[in-house]
Every structure is written in structure tokens, then in C-alpha cells.
């Protein structure tokens, strides 16, 4: 089993910026993909970002391209989610996701390309 904790979200004006962090614990070894999710309020879940065990493969949904940024912490477990020129429309509840699939075996887009998840982190981007 491996288990997800999400850190760092906030309240920020538009414009702002936020970094968000993700830790797993557990079976880590098994993670091959890092990634991260949005849900907003009456909206559906939102693919927002995914890295590679490596950190070589990125990539990013297209509502946040050029704005935000995925990486990997010194230990390959980690994860974070650097997020620059917020606006209000990228107000939401983010989760971080690990999967124990490879990167190039899934689209890791999907919610279903993911095997654990985390609680959420809740994002607030005001005007």
C-alpha cells in the first residue's frame, strides 16, 4: 500500500503564486507516476499535471501549460506543483495521485491511470 499526502494550498490573489507538495509513504518503490488533479465545485475531476519516476517525462493539462510546473523532490517519492500567474478559475480541490504503472504503459491523464490517492488540498485564487 502506498499512501499520499497533499501540503501547501492556500488563499492567494489572482496573479500569485502557490507550491504544492506531495509525499507518499509506504510500498513507494512500486510508484512509477506522480500526478495531479483538480476538482472544482459542480465540475468534473481535471487532469492537471503527471511526472515520471525519473522526473525525464512530464506533462500538463492544457488549461495550466506555461503556468505551472511539476517536479521531483530529492527523494523520488516526493513531488511538487509550482504554480505561477494563478488565476481565479484554477480555484479548487487538488489531489495528488501515485501510480504503480510506467509511463509510457498508461495516457496518466485518467483518474483510472492512478492507484492511490491523496485527501486534497484545497486552492483559493480570489480576484
Known amino acids: 500500500q502506498v499512501q499520499v499526502v497533499e501540503s501547501g494550498g492556500g488563499l492567494v490573489q489572482a496573479g500569485g503564486s502557490l507550491r504544492l507538495s506531495c509525499a507518499a509513504s509506504g510500498r513507494t518503490f512500486s510508484v512509477k507516476v506522480m500526478g495531479w488533479f483538480r476538482q472544482a465545485p459542480g465540475k468534473e475531476r481535471e487532469f492537471v499535471a503527471a511526472?515520471?519516476?525519473?522526473?525525464?517525462?512530464?506533462d500538463y493539462g492544457d488549461s495550466v501549460k506555461g503556468r505551472f510546473s511539476i517536479s521531483r523532490g530529492n527523494a523520488e517519492n516526493t513531488a511538487y506543483l509550482q504554480m505561477n500567474s494563478l488565476k481565479p478559475e484554477d480555484t479548487a480541490v487538488y489531489y495528488c495521485?501515485?501510480?504503480?504503472?510506467?509511463?509510457?504503459?498508461?495516457?496518466?491523464?485518467?483518474?483510472?491511470?492512478?492507484?492511490?490517492w491523496g485527501q486534497g488540498t484545497q486552492v483559493t485564487v480570489s480576484s
Open positions: 495521485a501515485a501510480s504503480e504503472r510506467y509511463w509510457a504503459t498508461i495516457p496518466h491523464v485518467r483518474s483510472e491511470d492512478y492507484d492511490y
Open positions: 511526472i515520471s519516476r525519473t522526473g525525464q517525462n512530464t
